[in-house]
């Protein structure tokens, strides 16, 4: 069965606190890993999409990677105003774009 | 260029009522997916359209439905409300269902969220 896992659930730092967060998958078979940032009351926002092993996506104090089994999203320096919830989803072969697999997402707070 | 709107943005219900929420996708997206948001079960799918068909369905029971017309614009409807339909629901637009390297992703609107009471 096709499943995403994401840890840590919450994570807090200081501001200018750099650390990383973890998405691990089990998929048949990956056609694309996805990263949104979600502030409460709102959609998720688009940050990148990862596509093979390696692969590497920079936004700011953002920056993704990709492995085989996991994602990595590190975050550089952060800033209060990077405070949400951080979202990884994956697409799977045989399933569709719209019919993404997410994980439960890690709240991230970021104290000044 | 305009995002995705869903309206209403908030809703109140009672059990056993039904409710249909919209969804107006990005300006030339014609692939609409429909999502349920809950804080123990995070974002699980729905379904997801495609120029006025339904292309998958999630591992919803029947009473939740949609369609989409064919300005791409789309609704999904839940029957004989329950007070675990309590949820944000989310809709999200791309171009086309499949995905192409280095084509763009889905884009979520900001979310209807429904109460049921």
């Known amino acids: 069965e096709d499943q995403v896992t994401q840890s840590p659930e919450a994570l807090r730092l200081q501001e200018g606190e750099s650390s990383s967060l973890n998405c691990s998958y089990t998929?048949?078979?990956?056609?694309?890993l996805f990263w949104y940032r979600q502030d409460p009351g709102k959609g998720p926002e688009f940050l990148f999409t990862l596509y093979s092993a390696g692969e590497e996506k920079e936004k700011e104090r953002l920056k993704a990677t990709l492995t085989k089994k996991e994602s990595f999203l590190h975050i550089t320096a952060p800033k209060p105003e990077d405070s949400a919830t951080y979202l990884c989803a994956v697409h799977p072969y045989g399933g569709s774009q719209g019919n993404l697999i997410f994980g439960k997402g890690t709240k991230l707070s970021v104290k000044p | 260029k305009a995002g995705v709107t869903q309206t209403p943005r908030y809703l109140i219900k009672t059990r056993g009522q039904q409710v249909t929420l919209s969804c107006s996708p990005i300006s030339g997206h014609r692939s609409v997916s429909w999502y349920q948001q809950t804080p123990g079960q995070g974002l699980q799918f729905l379904f997801e359209y495609f120029s006025e068909t339904q292309r998958n369905k999630g591992n919803f029971p029947g009473r939740f439905s949609g369609r989409q017309f064919s300005n791409s614009r789309s609704e999904m409807n839940v029957s004989t409300l329950e007070l675990g339909d309590s949820a944000l629901y989310l809709c999200a637009s791309s171009l086309a269902p499949g995905l192409v390297s280095g084509q763009e992703t889905q884009y979520f609107g900001p979310g209807t969220r429904l109460l049921v009471l």
């Open positions: 998929v048949s078979g990956l056609r694309g």
